[in-house]
C-alpha cells in the first residue's frame, strides 16, 4: 500500500511497551506512512497504553484530546495493556477511532486503512479478543532514540500476583527462540548500536515456545548464546524475578564478556506476610541470598529495587519491617511505588485498606532511602577507574553516560563522545547525584 500519510506515536508505561510502540511504527513506515512527531499534527495517531500505573483512563483520554488538539480530523487508533482491559471503555472516549486488543496491535499497520472513521459521536471500532488469543509472541525493539537498544525477548506472565493485572493484558507467558533473538541481535549489532537491554514482563520465565508454550529453552541458555555474539559492547538485564534468578544465569553474567554487573529484582515487599496476601512466589530470606550472592560474585554490581508500600493489611509494623531490611541490604536504588487498586484482582478484596495519607508518607519514606542508598553507592566507586558509554542524552552543554555497573556519570557535551565508550577515573558526586569524572585514556 503506497501512501503519504503521516503518523505519530505515543508510549504509556514500561521499556517493553516502548519497543512495542517502535516495531509497531517500523511497521508503519513499511506501508509507506510517514512518522512525524506527535505535535506536528499527524493524519494517524497511535497510543500505546499501560494498565500499571495510576489513573490509566485519565492519562490516556488526556493525549486523545492532545492529539486531536493538533489534527480535530486526525485518526486516534489505541492499543496496549488498557486497551486489551477496557476496550469498549476506551473505545467510547471522544475521538478515539479504534481499540485493538493483545492479539490484534501487531496488525494494525495492517487493518488501519480498512477501518472506516466512525460517524460523529460514534464509538470507534473494537478489535480485542479474549486474552486467551494472544498466544503468538511478536519480536520488538526499539531503535534510534538512544544509545541503549530496548530488545524484546519475552511476553506475558504465568503468575498471579494478587494486585497485578498484566496477565490479564498481556497473557500467558510465551518467547522466541534463542536463535531467533540472536539473529536480530547480530542485525542491531550490524547497525552500530552498542548497548542492549533485555526486556519482557517475566523475563526470568523466558523459554516457552511454540502453540503449546513447551518449555524448550532457558534464560541461562540465552545469556550464554547472546555473549558469544560480536559487535554489541554491552547487555543489561532490565528485571528478574527473584525465584526465577538463579544460580546459573548469576554465575553466567559474573562469567561473561559483555553482560553488565546490573540487576533489577522486584521485591515489593520486605514483610512476609504481605509477600503472601500478594501471591509472590518468594519470601525475603530467599531475597536477601540472592543479593548476598550478587555480590560475593560481583562486588561492584548495582542492584535496584522495586517496592510497592500501602498493600492492603500492611500495617505501620510490617511497612517497617520493609524499611529495615531494605536499609540493612547492600542494594544500590529503589523503584518506590504506592499501591493502588486494580479492577478484577484479587487485593482490593482483601481487609486492611492503606488510608492514601499513609501510602504516601511510606512512599516518601522509602524514596528518600533509595537517595541515600544511591548515594552511598556512588560514594564506594570514587577513585575506581572504569568505562563510560556515553549517550545522546544533552542537558544544558552536558552529556551523561554510564559504567558497566550503571552509574550515571556526567561530562562536558562532545559530539565525538556519543556512543562511545571512555576509560574515566570516577571522581565525586556532584551536588545533583550524579557522578563526575577524570578522563585517563580512549579505550580502543
Do not use: W
Not at 107 to 131: C, M, N, Y
Not at 337 to 352: C, M, V
Amino acid at each position: 500500500m503506497a501512501t503519504s500519510q503521516s503518523v505519530a506515536f505515543y508510549t504509556l508505561g514500561c521499556k517493553l511497551n516502548f519497543s512495542e510502540t517502535s516495531a509497531i511504527g517500523r511497521q508503519f513506515e513499511d506501508k509507506g506512512f510517514q512518522p512525524v512527531a506527535f505535535e506536528a499534527g499527524a493524519d494517524y495517531y497511535v497510543i500505546n497504553t499501560c494498565s500499571v500505573t495510576d489513573h490509566a483512563d485519565r492519562k490516556c483520554r488526556k493525549v486523545v484530546q492532545q492529539a486531536l488538539k493538533h489534527n480535530p480530523a486526525a485518526f486516534v487508533a489505541i492499543v496496549g495493556c488498557y486497551a486489551q482491559l477496557k476496550p469498549e471503555e476506551i473505545s467510547n472516549i471522544p475521538g478515539v477511532a479504534a481499540v485493538l486488543g493483545a492479539a490484534e496491535k501487531f496488525q494494525l499497520a495492517d487493518t488501519i486503512a480498512g477501518l472506516p472513521r466512525p460517524a460523529a459521536g460514534a464509538p470507534g471500532h473494537v478489535r480485542a479478543s479474549p486474552i486467551s488469543a494472544a498466544t503468538e509472541f511478536h519480536p520488538a525493539h526499539s531503535f534510534g532514540d538512544r544509545t541503549r537498544t530496548f530488545l524484546k525477548v519475552q511476553d506475558g506472565c504465568d503468575y498471579s500476583c494478587s494486585f497485578c493485572t498484566i496477565p490479564l493484558a498481556r497473557g500467558g507467558s510465551r518467547s522466541g527462540s534463542i536463535a531467533s533473538v540472536v539473529a536480530r541481535v547480530e542485525e542491531l549489532a550490524a547497525q552500530g548500536v552498542p548497548e542492549i537491554v533485555l526486556t519482557g514482563v517475566n523475563l526470568g520465565d523466558f523459554g516457552l515456545q511454540g502453540p503449546e508454550r513447551e518449555r524448550r529453552e532457558d534464560f541461562t541458555q540465552l545469556v550464554a548464546a547472546l555473549d558469544q555474539v560480536k559487535g554489541i559492547r554491552r547487555f543489561r538485564i532490565s528485571s528478574c524475578e527473584p525465584n526465577l534468578l538463579t544460580d546459573e544465569i548469576l554465575t553466567t553474567v559474573a562469567a561473561s564478556r559483555c553482560f553488565m554487573p546490573h540487576f533489577h529484582i522486584p521485591l515489593q515487599s520486605g514483610s512476609d506476610k504481605i509477600l503472601g496476601l500478594m501471591r509472590r512466589r518468594y519470601r525475603r530470606a530467599l531475597y536477601a541470598q540472592r543479593v548476598a550472592r550478587i555480590k560475593e560474585l560481583m562486588p561492584h554490581a548495582c542492584i535496584g529495587v522495586d517496592v510497592i508500600v500501602g498493600f492492603p493489611g500492611e500495617t505501620d509494623a510490617d511497612f517497617l519491617d520493609t524499611y529495615q531490611f531494605l536499609n540493612e541490604l547492600p542494594i544500590s536504588y529503589l523503584h518506590v511505588f504506592p499501591y493502588s487498586e486494580r479492577p478484577d484482582t484479587l487485593a482490593p478484596t482483601l481487609p486492611g485498606r492503606v488510608q492514601d495519607r499513609l501510602r504516601h508518607e511510606r512512599t516518601t519514606q522509602l524514596r528518600s532511602l533509595s537517595e541515600k542508598k544511591k548515594r552511598a553507592f556512588y560514594e564506594e566507586h570514587i577513585g575506581l577507574e572504569t568505562e563510560v558509554l556515553f549517550e545522546d542524552d544533552v542537558h544544558n552543554g552536558r552529556m551523561e553516560g554510564f559504567t558497566p555497573n550503571y552509574i550515571r556519570v556526567v561530562a562536558k557535551y562532545d559530539p565525538l563522545l556519543v556512543g562511545e565508550t571512555r576509560a574515566l577515573r570516577l571522581s565525586a558526586v556532584n551536588a545533583q547525584g550524579l557522578m563526575e569524572a577524570e578522563e585517563v585514556g580512549v579505550l580502543v
